[in-house]
């Protein structure tokens, strides 16, 4: 078990760097969201959520926590990263980073499906700026978790 602890740490380490290699590309372009940039910012939105996507499936899969409900599977991993699951992990990330990645959640969902070479600016600009919100709040949670993984692995 300490191993897959261990590389469950490597791998989150690894996906903040490229989550925060995500938050530069985004700067780049979040203070112009129409036209093509909007399309540009809506494609670094979408690979955002992506990554904490993967890394919140890689967490369940660490600890059992599969879903089997196909069609809410998006909604309920990331719900299920809010849950203290007693004696077997704390929760990953808080209320507020939840809300923040719900939006961004939804955002992909349309951006997947759209079929369109242009984005409501309005709800453009309210994804980028829940991601702006986000980059504030997911390294807290994230680091607490790794301390929680470090006393884990210290333990087994």
Excluded at 1 to 15: C, G, N, T, V
Excluded at 81 to 106: A, G, N
Excluded at 123 to 141: H, I, K, T
């Amino acid at each position: 078990m300490k191993e897959q602890i261990r590389l469950l740490q490597a791998e989150i380490r690894a996906d903040l760097e490229t989550i925060r290699e995500t938050y530069t590309a985004l700067y780049q372009v979040s203070d112009r969201l129409d036209g093509e940039m909007g399309i540009v910012a809506g494609y670094y939105l979408h690979v955002l959520y992506g990554l904490f996507e993967s890394l919140f499936t890689r967490i369940a899969a660490t600890f059992g926590n599969q879903i089997a409900d196909k069609a809410q599977w998006h909604s309920q991993l990331l719900r299920r990263m809010t849950l203290d699951v007693e004696d077997v992990r704390p929760h990953v990330i808080s209320k507020e980073t939840f809300e923040c990645l719900e939006v961004l959640r939804r955002f992909r969902h349309l951006f997947r499906n759209a079929y369109v070479l242009r984005f409501d600016p309005e709800r453009l600009a309210m994804a980028v700026q829940s991601a702006l919100r986000l980059e504030q709040l997911y390294q807290r949670d994230l680091e607490a978790f790794l301390h929680f993984l470090d006393d884990l692995a210290g333990e087994a």
